[in-house]
Nanobody, 123 residues
Framework: VQLQASGGGLVQAGGSLRLSCAASGRTFSRYAFGWFRQAPGKERAIVAA????????YYSDAVKGRFTISADNAKNTVYLQMNNLKPEDTAVYYC?????????????????WGQGTLVTVSS
């Protein structure tokens, strides 16, 4: 499956952005998806994940209550709605797909990756 991430940009602290990840190539509904991010000088880390059914989600403690992951099977697109953004959310964000059914938090279990999209939050 091919993944195309978009929606990054520059936003002030407290603002919102919605990232999109368009998938193509194989049956969208047979994959679980995740969003990861990599801040300058840090390792890539899980931000949010959603199960193949869309019924279960995972959020890292850093974003819980502010970010929402969702999937639209009709549009073959996964979203990450980011509200109340903070400067520490500044990073390159990546979407990824896995053949696992549940919301997967282990990076090595993801099979497909999109290119990153940069999110910059100014204070």
């Amino acid at each position: 499956v091919q993944l195309q991430a978009s929606g990054g940009g520059l936003v002030q602290a407290g603002g919102s952005l919605r990232l999109s990840c368009a998938a193509s190539g194989r049956t969208f509904s047979r994959y679980a998806f995740g969003w990861f991010r990599q801040a300058p000088g840090k390792e890539r880390a899980i931000v949010a994940a959603i199960s193949w059914s869309g019924g279960s989600t995972y959020y890292s403690d850093a974003v819980k209550g502010r970010f929402t992951i969702s999937a639209d099977n009709a549009k073959n697109t996964v979203y990450l709605q980011m509200n109340n953004l903070k400067p520490e959310d500044t990073a390159v964000y990546y979407c990824a797909a896995t053949g696992y059914i549940r919301e997967e938090t282990t990076e090595s279990n993801y099979d497909y990756w999109g290119q990153g999209t940069l999110v910059t939050v100014s204070s």
